[in-house]
Nanobody, 124 residues
Framework: QVQLVESGGGLVQTGGSLRLSCAAS????????MAWFRQAPGKEREFVAS????????YYADPVKGRFTISRDNAKNTVYLQMNSLKPEDTAVYYC?????????????????WGQGTQVTVSS
């Protein structure tokens, strides 16, 4: 049973930073791509960033390029999202996600597993 548990959300002022973490369990973490999505109130869930199984390839949505960094520590079974220069429009519930098939990139694929989400609120 794959489990994903996010942490690190909170309230921050415009221009501030947060680091989200997602601890994974239930299978060999290092074989699977990981991704972050977010959902703002009244909007659809959207892709934020993804990282392949080895950490060698990352992808970012245009609104977060240059401000957010996704990384992973395969020894700790954890993926991170470092968020800098936060804006009010980054306010959303952030979800960690992964897919069923190994050795992917999760740039366009739909996730098979989701975490419960963590709230990020950026005040103006």
């Amino acid at each position: 049973q794959v489990q994903l548990v996010e942490s690190g959300g909170g309230l921050v002022q415009t221009g501030g930073s947060l680091r989200l973490s997602c601890a994974a369990s239930g299978r060999t973490f290092s074989r699977y791509a990981m991704a972050w999505f977010r959902q703002a109130p009244g909007k659809e869930r959207e892709f934020v960033a993804s990282i392949n199984w080895s950490g060698s390839t990352t992808y970012y949505a245009d609104p977060v390029k240059g401000r957010f960094t996704i990384s992973r520590d395969n020894a700790k079974n954890t993926v991170y999202l470092q968020m800098n220069s936060l804006k009010p429009e980054d306010t959303a519930v952030y979800y960690c996600a992964t897919e069923r098939s190994p050795y992917g990139y999760m740039r366009y694929s739909s996730p098979d597993y989701w975490g419960q989400g963590t709230q990020v609120t950026v005040s103006s």
